[in-house]
DNA sequence: ATCCTAACGCTACAGTCGTCGTGATAGGAG
DNA sequence: CTCCTATCACGACGACTGTAGCGTTAGGAT
């Protein structure tokens, strides 16, 4: 029943159904009659399996998310950073806007806002090691925070284009990545430097 | 009929149903008839002002959004964007949380996405003397771009609340602050140091 | 004081969402 | 091969959305 039985068809159907709407008619017509009608399964059969569409999208995300993913190594701090950008750079600007459409999700489904979760969770562990070999080429100092720097370097792209809307730029993500090395080899993101300070 | 009259009565009696309703049940069960019953005013007419719950939601904010702000004047880089930070911490940790149901409803409302890009717009507008002074006070190059600055301070605020969930930790506002204080005294937003990079 | 018009109230409607109870069926276990 | 149960199909339901038409009223203008 599990594996290969009429459950996993189902799925099968279910999630090609949403992936085909989403690159015809995007993310605001994608409603569960829409996907149901397009499978041919029952409506309520979609509600039950996925409770609703942040449910579908999660589902459609863990599926696509290969998990054999490698972070960059060019060589260079900035290197790194900056290839980790373009992608997700990609990743925002793409048509269709599979990411967008789950974090515009996210805030309505407990689902899809988990699947988000992990799968940033995932996806900024498996960056450390850009960190590690920044701080092995002695490009950084040794007690750099990885997780702030790498958030340093990503959150000014999400923070354009997804939450103030701003006009896709090309150069963006090179500047974002540029800009987080600086402040690292600066010595930024280090345990250090931030707890003495306490300014009015 | 515009100013004193029956039409400013009647938003003024659907925007305080819209902050009661949002302090007592929260942003998922805001609804327009929920309103209209609460306020007293008829479901049609709430629709035909505001036409969805984003637009009740960005009125909600452009009547709370004083355009008497101005940006702190510390007098170091670093205490400006921490005590900059530290506000939008509040907000996004607020309870109700206006700003971030007006987030969410960012995603589903044109009205609502409006309303937020032109709050930002008009604040990171009104913060670009904290870095002037920055310059005047020859902490940072002249050549710094002053939006970009900006963006590096506080998006990872945002980044962090609002999209990766991450639980609230007071010292974040701070450390973002000082990270991009460091960032920008280090040389790094400036549009000669990221141009001439173009590496593999 | 009287008109005039913008704004509101009301009813009705079609569409979508999400849930429930009931019956049918597929496919694994014995 | 037969049973047993998880899963699906079906129909119906209440709640919310958003719109349209039409009557009513408040309040500014002359």
Request: aromatic share 6%; glycine share 4%.
């Amino acid at each position: 029943m599990r594996p290969g039985g009429r459950s996993a068809r189902i799925r099968a159907l279910v999630l090609a159904a949403v992936r085909a709407d989403l690159v015809e008619h995007g993310y605001d017509s994608l409603t569960i009659d829409t996907i149901a009608d397009r499978s041919g399964v029952h409506r309520t059969t979609v509600y039950r399996r996925w409770r609703d569409v942040g449910g579908l999208l999660a589902d459609v995300l863990t599926e696509a998310t290969a998990d054999i993913w490698q972070p960059p190594d060019t060589g260079t701090l900035e290197g790194d950073l900056s290839a980790i950008n373009r992608e997700i750079y990609t990743a925002l600007t793409a048509d269709p806007p599979i990411t967008t459409a789950l974090i515009a999700a996210s805030f309505r489904s407990p689902d899809a806002a988990r699947a988000l979760q992990a799968f940033w969770s995932d996806r900024y562990a498996r960056c450390r090691p850009v960190v590690d070999h920044a701080v092995a080429r002695a490009e950084i100092p040794a007690d750099t925070d990885p997780h702030r720097l790498l958030i340093a370097a990503t959150a000014p792209l999400y923070h354009q284009l997804v939450l103030l809307r701003a006009p896709a730029s090309p150069e963006l993500p090179d500047q974002a990545a540029h800009d987080a090395a600086v402040a690292a080899t600066a010595g930024a993101f280090t345990s250090s430097s931030t707890s003495p300070r306490r300014s009015a």
